[in-house]
């Protein structure tokens, strides 16, 4: 139903700072961001279509307002080998397009690709270009997500990982994203060269977020030679990256709730010391400790801005909003002291 699509997730964490920490931060940390519609044994035919259209403009129209407008994906079980030449994801037309409308119904179109994958993905691509047309095609194009099995690709006749990071590299350049199914564990073989690849191949990145893109460099081959594009033995501070970023993504609302807690103790600080003499020695007599505070926040600040997913998103804005508030304070303390009449 759509009213189960926010509906809150359970949470099993027993602990007091558990229950309260998260409740602190982002008021949808325990809701999903949308629902995906699986539709099996999808052929494309027009009546078969026409009920998909009308089951996803009912959902679209029942889900409730959000502020950041709940997703809605479809994953469509056809098999991209028997397409032919008769019309699939035409037929869809209506929901995959956004036309005068603001978005599009369908956020992301799912498709799981079979083997062999390097036909099937190029097939694939093949439709969408027959079917579709100029600014069309682009749109379909980029909400296609080819969905991928998470095992057995260190046992291809090909080499260790190689098709899989073909198929990764081809879809960057044709696709929205890549999907594994089944979701890969910690107790697979090889799960960690597929984390490698996905980190390396997938960082993430807008286009806009010079952070984002400069991390993302130190992870790709800087000649682009197909299945070589990963670096398979990353530096140290790669490694070191990753394995911060594991322990704080996770716990980022409690990083966000501390960096907010000891910034807003150090902005009342400095504003209270303008007006009030004696708390100006204090910054004198416990020195070291104060500026133990400013590195820890500052600290914080940094690992959370390399690792929050939604501070990476407005990471440009923030530093530059930063080095001009920076610049503005300097300013400020100039003409201050150079228009401050002589002391008595």
């Known amino acids: 139903s759509a009213a189960a699509v926010t509906q809150k997730f359970t949470h099993t964490d027993a602990s007091l700072l558990g229950d309260i920490v998260p409740q602190l931060g982002d008021p949808s940390w325990a809701q999903g961001d949308g629902v995906t519609l699986v539709f099996d044994h999808f052929s494309g035919e027009v009546e078969q279509s026409a009920k998909i259209v009308k089951f996803v403009e009912q959902l679209a129209q029942r889900l409730p307002a959000h502020p950041n407008r709940l997703k809605l994906n479809i994953m469509l079980g056809l098999d991209v080998s028997t397409l032919e030449q008769r019309p699939v994801f035409k037929t869809l037309e209506t929901i995959l397009l956004a036309g005068n409308n603001p978005h599009a119904l369908v956020d992301y179109l799912l498709i799981f690709l079979q083997e062999p994958t390097t036909d099937a993905k190029k097939m694939l691509r093949q439709k969408i270009e027959i079917e579709f047309h100029g600014a069309n095609r682009k749109e379909v194009l980029r909400k296609i997500v080819p969905v991928l099995t998470s095992t057995g690709h260190d046992k291809t006749s090909r080499g260790v990982f190689t098709q899989f990071t073909d198929d990764l590299i081809y879809f960057q350049d044709n696709f929205a994203g890549v999907g594994l199914w089944p979701l890969p564990l910690e107790s697979d073989t090889a799960v960690e060269k597929l984390k490698q690849i996905l980190i390396g191949l997938y960082t993430s990145t807008t286009g806009y977020n010079v952070v984002g893109e400069l991390y993302a460099a130190r992870n790709s081959d800087s000649d682009g030679d197909g299945a ?36 807003g103790l150090l902005i009342a600080y400095a504003l209270l010391s303008i007006w009030i003499c004696s708390w100006r020695e204090l910054s004198k007599k416990y020195f070291w400790y104060l500026l133990g505070m400013v590195l820890f926040t500052l600290a914080i600040f940094v690992v959370s801005l390399v690792c929050d997913p939604t501070l990476q998103q407005h990471a440009d804005v923030i530093l530059v909003t930063l080095l001009l508030l920076g610049a503005l304070y300097s300013l400020w303390r100039y003409i201050s002291k150079a228009t401050q009449p002589p002391l008595p």
């Open 228 to 263: 070589a594009a990963i670096k398979t033995a990353g530096g140290a501070q790669d490694i070191f990256a990753t394995a911060l970023c594991r322990i704080v993504c996770p716990e980022r609302y409690l990083f966000r709730i501390t960096f907010s807690l000891m910034a």
